[in-house]
């Protein structure tokens, strides 16, 4: 036990004599979470629109009042004629342009229905697709609170989203960026630290010591638990305090899940550095084969079942994808581990299979 | 196997591929011994010290230390082998008093128990023990790197190159300090690619692509020189190289600082007629003077009949 303590303490010397490292490990959170937050949301705020109002009787002012005082848009242009909504939209700035037809109001009296053109900027389909909902969602809204008194046969499907009903971006990106970053430091980090020894030679000195394999392995990756947990609730404190993400459900069970999926990554780190001798390998191993899939394929960024059949089946072996629907069904369900016991087990087999391949590998003497 | 032997290898032989790194090797050396491998660089030093310390398995062949396989109980070795990789492998951001501390640990020892045994090594690069290893000279790293070898008490010592890259002076204490290591007790095998410091084993092994050309004592390598030897000097070094390969009865004409080697078959050699046959070349101040091989000459020589 004596060696062991001795072999972590050396560990957390090499980490805190690497102030450039030691500083990314605590800096990217926070930086990370203020770009996701900021720059890259995807939420709809101020987009600016054009409308084209040649009627311009009650409906359609109240109308256009409603959409302005969403909060979702602000009124860049009155359009004089139909031919200027090109040209609006080739100078970039405005996203969505509203066309009533001449006489709205009349018509609308007359035959009971009225035509309203929404005409959206799909150079960025994502955005243009929401704003068009959001804008057709308040029109419909009005409708009916128009014709409250004589109330027609019409079905109306009311959308309403649950747990995130302001369909805020924070309540996406706070567990993606855990699932990320988390699997950054705990992957990357082992897998350098444990090839940096093979690198220096130090590895063969280990090696050529009564030091037992698991000795050496759990001792390089003991520090880094304590790191990735350390990042892990510098990003709940500030999405709590920051973003105001929730944690509706249990912090403990939440802390532990987060060790659990820090257990899976480090298994994965140790792989990798079984696998390889070099720091560059284990560097694009983890940068390339980790990084991108955890991403791209685990519903963080793009939702999984928008995906080609291929890639959802591939999305299953996303360990991460695992770790964000449970820390979801957390933070902003509340549910307990009865309703996440599965991915529980799922995220358990990743760690088990991971470690076992690692010991199976791992090589008493050199290759 | 002698009774008293500490490293016992018979018949090793060792590929990578298709590359032949050690060819069928075979030696003892006996408990408390300074053994010495010389040979150029790939010459299969190192694999053979890799196999020996148990981080490279033999192709074919046994290999034991203090009687244990390299194989079978290559866990007790690792609690009684000392080793020294050829490259620096100590933890440069670590300074030279965590390093120490750091092999006593998880060699189950500490510094104070064992500080008699690296007093004498460790005393000199105290003064910096709390710079890091990696600002060390190349002499302070190897003393540190023997140091750190050395704390856990082993019974034999495996130091792959330790002087390379080191200079002159630090080279004589740390053969110094390696025999005061020897009159503890302790085996040890050292590896060195520098010819003149074969005279400071007990016995040495020379080595050339992956054979063990011979074993022996080094004032017995020396004697076993089959030729007469003479240096020769002279102004032009260059021309008098080629010039000497050309006079009848040489055998082998090698370079050696300012001075050339120079070999005959037959033992009498008319230094007269040598030097008259130089003047004649207009080679000035030209001196000849027959002297005893170094292990150098008998490397070469060695290396020239093995081809």
């Known amino acids: 036990m004596k060696r062991f303590r001795g072999f972590v303490i050396k560990e957390f010397y090499h980490i805190f004599r690497d102030y450039r490292t030691l500083l990314i490990l605590f800096g990217m959170p926070a930086v990370q979470l203020m770009l996701f937050g900021y720059v890259l949301t995807n939420e709809i705020k101020d987009a600016k629109i054009a409308i084209y109002d040649p009627s311009k009787d009650v409906v359609t002012r109240k109308i256009s009042d409603k959409i302005l005082s969403s909060g979702y848009f602000i009124l860049e242009r009155n359009l004089r004629s139909v031919t200027e909504i090109d040209p609006v939209f080739r100078q970039g700035d405005v996203k969505l342009a509203l066309i009533y037809e001449p006489g709205f109001a009349q018509k609308l009296e007359k035959t009971g229905t009225a035509r309203i053109q929404i005409i959206g900027d799909a150079s960025d389909p994502n955005t243009a697709n929401m704003l068009v909902n959001y804008a057709s969602g308040i029109i419909s809204n009005y409708l009916v609170s128009m014709n409250s008194e004589q109330v027609p046969l019409q079905i109306i499907p009311e959308v309403r989203m649950m747990y995130n009903g302001e369909l805020k971006g924070v309540y996406m990106f706070v567990p993606g960026l855990m699932a990320m970053l988390l699997m950054l430091i705990s992957a990357l980090m082992t897998s350098l630290s444990i090839t940096r020894e093979k690198e220096l030679g130090t590895m063969e000195l280990l090696l050529v010591s009564p030091m037992k394999p698991w000795q050496i392995i759990v001792g390089k990756v003991f520090p880094y638990v304590f790191l990735a947990f350390a990042d892990a609730c510098i990003i709940l404190v500030l999405g709590n305090l920051v973003f105001g993400m929730p944690i509706l459900g249990s912090i403990f069970l939440l802390l532990l899940e987060s060790f659990l999926y820090i257990c899976m990554a480090l298994s994965l780190g140790i792989l990798i550095s079984s696998i390889t001798n070099s720091q560059q390998v284990a560097m694009m191993i983890s940068l390339v084969v980790l990084m991108l899939p955890t991403i791209l394929l685990s519903g963080f960024i793009f939702p999984v079942e928008n995906m080609p059949m291929i890639m959802q089946v591939l999305c299953h072996f996303m360990p991460p994808k695992y770790y964000i629907i449970i820390i979801k069904s957390i933070m902003l369900q509340g549910n307990g581990i009865g309703y996440v016991w599965r991915e529980t087990l799922i995220l358990m087999a990743f760690t088990a299979i991971f470690l076992g391949i690692s010991i199976k590998k791992f090589n008493v003497r050199l290759t | ?307």
């Open chain 2, 1 to 307: 196997m002698t009774p008293a032997a500490s490293v016992h290898v018979e018949q090793l032989t060792k590929r990578f591929g298709e590359t032949l790194a050690l060819d069928n090797i075979s030696f003892d050396v006996s408990r408390g011994e300074l053994f010495g491998f010389i040979g150029p660089d790939g010459a299969g030093k190192t694999t053979l010290f890799r196999i020996l310390t148990t981080l490279l398995l033999a192709t074919t062949g046994t290999c034991s230390v203090e009687g244990f396989d390299v194989v079978k109980d290559y866990k007790k070795i690792r609690n009684i082998a000392g080793y020294m990789p050829g490259k620096f492998s100590l933890y440069q951001d670590l300074t030279v008093e965590e390093n120490l501390n750091f092999f006593a640990t998880i060699f189950g020892t500490t510094i104070r128990e064992n500080y008699h045994l690296v007093r004498e090594i460790y005393q000199q690069i105290e003064p910096f023990k709390n710079r890091k290893a990696g600002k060390l000279s190349g002499g302070m790293k190897q003393k540190l790197a023997l140091s750190c070898a050395m704390i856990h008490k082993p019974d034999v010592l495996f130091l792959d190159e330790p002087t390379t890259g080191v200079d002159a002076v630090s080279r004589l204490e740390f053969w110094e300090m390696l025999k005061r290591l020897k009159e503890a007790g302790i085996t040890i095998l050292v590896s060195t690619p520098y010819m003149d410091e074969a005279s400071l084993c007990d016995r040495v092994a020379l080595m050339q692509n992956g054979h063990i050309m011979t074993i022996s004592t080094p004032r017995e390598v020396i004697r076993n020189y089959p030729l007469s030897l003479l240096s020769v000097k002279a102004g032009d070094i260059y021309n008098l190289l080629g010039e000497l390969r050309k006079y009848p009865g040489v055998h082998s004409v090698y370079a050696f600082g300012q001075t050339a080697h120079v070999s005959f078959r037959n033992r009498e050699v008319e230094k007269d007629i040598l030097s008259g046959f130089l003047k004649k070349n207009k080679h000035e101040s030209v001196e000849i003077m027959p002297i005893e091989a170094t292990i150098e000459d008998c490397f070469m020589e060695l290396m020239n009949n093995n081809h």
